[in-house]
């Protein structure tokens, strides 16, 4: 049984940054493709980026792509998100997803283990 906990959410001004960091344990951290995801409430929730297992390949939702980076260090058991150029329709609980899939994919039944999630909110 893997652990996801993430930490790094928080309250932050349209264009700015934050970076959302995400610890596994209780498993093999190699074994898992991570990605991150973002729910809005009432809505479904959405695919933001996939890192493989040993980083060599990622993935991102277009609505993303080109300001937020994933990252993982595997010594560390842990897996990053760096957002930059934050916009008010970012706002969002985020979660980080382990997935036996080693290719990205935006299904949430492909991933097995969820973290509990962090807010993130970008003001205007």
């Known amino acids: 049984q893997v652990q996801l906990v993430e930490f790094g959410g928080g309250l932050v001004q349209a264009g700015g940054s934050l970076r959302l960091s995400c610890v596994a344990s209780g498993g093999p951290f190699t074994a898992y493709g991570m990605g991150w995801w973002r729910q809005v409430l009432g809505q479904e929730r959405a695919f933001v980026a996939h890192?493989?297992?040993?980083?060599?390949?990622?993935n991102y939702a277009d609505s993303v792509k080109g300001r937020y980076n994933i990252s993982r260090d595997n010594a560390k058991n842990t897996v990053y998100l760096q957002m930059n150029g934050l916009k008010p329709e970012d706002t969002a609980v985020y979660y980080c997803a382990a997935t036996l899939r080693n290719t990205g994919s935006d299904s949430p039944h492909d991933y097995r283990y969820w973290g509990q999630g962090t807010q993130v909110t970008v003001s205007s």
């Open positions: 890192i493989s297992r040993f980083g060599g390949t990622t």
